[in-house]
């Protein structure tokens, strides 16, 4: 217990002698350790991958999204510097849908223990179109050049339109189909080619599978006759067509014997004679169905002529009927209230309300 006693004084005699010198020497060390610590501490901004999930049912990523979204890490030096380059943000498929989305991001992976990751952004925006369809015409081209007594008097594209889908904005894009050209190049007569479609933008494509299309070309001689002459390539056209209606000829063209005492041109009474059938079938939009009757009618061809044509005789169109089918360009057209408002009005037959002729045309067998 003395010697106790005796040590106490000692003790405080070696910590209080020089106190101050002991002090800051203190001090100093325990900067040096603080900042060897903190040399193993790293905070840094980094721009991690954004991963999107894949859509379905037909919706894409309209614009391109962003491809990375800024977090601040934190933590161990090495640790942070090493799995920074794992770590993704991660879109929920939930918070998506078509049109303009604003997506905040909830979960990021590749994180391990002991980092501390702060996100810098609060929302992403992401657009999101769906598909569309539309119908487009298939246009023709020509190229070369007919002999110098022949002409080309018309032409006819079957299919002439098509239905393209797609992602919504490339389709909207599209308004027809141009197909490579046809070569008239020594050409003096009429010809059918067939022309295989031309290659869409990528994810665009022709509804139904249709790959080609047939070219119906009418050159017809310069030279003028008489007498006696069947004129090909006359095409025949639908006339008061309902406008949710899409009806498909069973010919699309026609011959006509005719004969004339005075010289005319085959080009003449081509563009003189028109061949009209009545496709006035309707659509009742609220019980879905054709009016009367979705089967296919056999329709006879009217045949016109102009004025400029009064001195020729038609004798046979051929053939003189056609058997039209109907179809619905849309299934999912919608009645607008006014068609609403007429729905219980009585039923017309369109067979027994047939169409005026064009003016300026005479229907044969009738007085001018």
């Keep these: ?48 991958p954004i991963e999107y999930p894949k859509l379905e049912n037909g919706m894409y990523y309209s614009k391109n999204p962003e491809k990375s979204y800024p977090v601040r890490v934190e933590g161990l030096r090495e640790v942070v510097n090493y799995y920074s380059q794992f770590m993704k943000a991660v879109v929920d498929p939930l918070d998506l849908k078509p049109g303009s989305n604003d997506v905040a991001i909830k979960r990021i992976t590749g994180v391990p223990n002991g980092i501390k990751v702060t996100k810098l952004k609060s929302s992403i925006p992401i657009e999101i179109e769906g598909t569309a369809t539309k119908q487009v015409i298939l246009e023709a081209t020509f190229e070369g050049d007919l002999p110098s007594n022949f002409e080309k008097v018309s032409f006819l594209v079957r299919p002439n339109r098509v239905n393209i889908s797609g992602r919504q904005s490339d389709v909207e894009k599209l308004n027809k189909i141009v197909l490579p050209p046809i070569s008239l190049q020594d050409q003096n007569e009429s010809f059918v080619r067939k022309i295989r479609l031309p290659d869409l933008p990528k994810g665009t494509f022709i509804v139904g599978g249709v790959k080609e299309a047939t070219v119906s070309v009418t050159i017809t001689s310069l030279a003028s006759k008489t007498g006696e002459q069947t004129i090909t390539g006359i095409p025949v056209v639908c006339i008061d067509t309902n406008q949710y209606l899409e009806p498909e000829l069973s010919e699309e063209q026609v011959s006509v014997k005719i004969f004339t005492r005075t010289p005319i041109k085959s080009s003449a009474i081509i563009n003189g004679i028109q061949a009209t059938v009545p496709c006035n079938n309707s659509y009742d939009l609220l019980r879905k169905k054709i009016i009367p009757s979705d089967q296919p009618v056999v329709t006879k061809i009217r045949v016109s002529r102009s004025r400029d044509l009064k001195n020729i005789e038609i004798l046979q169109v051929i053939p003189d009927k056609v058997t039209v089918t109907y179809k619905v360009k849309n299934s999912s057209i919608q009645p607008s209230d006014d068609e609403e408002d007429n729905s219980n009005s009585d039923e017309v037959d369109p067979n027994d309300t047939p169409p005026p002729p064009p003016e300026g045309y005479k229907e044969e067998g009738k007085p001018n």
């Design 1 to 48: 217990m003395i010697q106790v006693r005796n040590l106490l004084p000692k003790l405080i005699e070696v910590f209080t002698k020089n106190w101050k010198v002991k002090l800051g020497s203190l001090l100093i060390a325990s900067i040096f350790y603080v900042n060897l610590q903190n040399s193993k501490i790293l905070i840094k901004t980094v721009n991690i």
